[in-house]
């Protein structure tokens, strides 16, 4: 990481990725089997914090890259959406 980055992505870095994934996978889990509207927005604020991930990370990139993560944001927003109607 370069001294001009942002702190906030400075301490990303550092964490163990295996802690992240395991905090995701329990955050989505919980989301999933919570009611309606609760796991609906659990599952929207974590399209928020992947969005604000994504906007961070866009110009470091492939766009082979880009796309999938665009995507697999898109399907979890449509998602949450469902779980809120349902």
Excluded at 36 to 49: S, W
């Amino acid at each position: 990481m370069q001294r001009t980055q942002p702190a906030l992505l400075t301490r990303l870095a550092r964490v163990n990725p295996t802690a992240a994934f395991l905090g995701t996978l329990v955050l989505v889990l919980v989301a999933l089997f919570a009611p309606g509207i609760v796991g609906g927005v659990l599952l929207l604020a974590l399209a928020a914090g992947l969005a604000a991930l994504l906007v961070a990370t866009w110009p470091v990139q492939t766009p082979v890259t880009r796309a999938v993560r665009l995507l697999l944001l898109t399907l979890l927003v449509a998602g949450a959406l469902l779980k809120i109607m349902a």
